[in-house]
Nanobody, 123 residues
Framework: QVQLVESGGGLVQVGGSLRLSCAAS????????MAWFRQAPGKEREFVAS????????NYADSVNSRFTISRDNAQNTVYLQMNSLKAEDTAVYYC????????????????WGQGTQVTVSS
């Protein structure tokens, strides 16, 4: 069983930046493909970004491409989401997710989830 714990959320103004972290409780972190999803009030959970096991391959939702960067440090069992040029529509609870299968943009394909961290972008 893999436990994921997110941190780094908070309140930021439009145009600001935040860096989210997700720490995994497994010694085999490098064998998991990781992703970030988000869920705004009244909306379905949506894909934000994913990263391969080695970190060499990444994928982003169109809405965050060129503003967000996903990365990972396998030695620290941690995946990150650097968020720049934040917009009000980025306000959501952000979830870290992991899978031992293929990296996709579908939440159903991820087996491990964190509890989420709130990001609020104020205008």
């Amino acid at each position: 069983q893999v436990q994921l714990v997110e941190s780094g959320g908070g309140l930021v103004q439009v145009g600001g930046s935040l860096r989210l972290s997700c720490a995994a409780s497994t010694r085999t972190f490098g064998s998991y493909r990781m992703a970030w999803f988000r869920q705004a009030p009244g909306k379905e959970r949506e894909f934000v970004a994913s990263i391969s096991r080695s970190g060499t391959l990444t994928n982003y939702a169109d809405s965050v491409n060129s503003r967000f960067t996903i990365s990972r440090d396998n030695a620290q069992n941690t995946v990150y989401l650097q968020m720049n040029s934040l917009k009000a529509e980025d306000t959501a609870v952000y979830y870290c997710a992991g899978t031992s299968q293929l990296c996709t943009a579908w939440a159903r394909d991820y087996h491990y989830w964190g509890q989420g961290t709130q990001v609020t972008v104020s205008s």
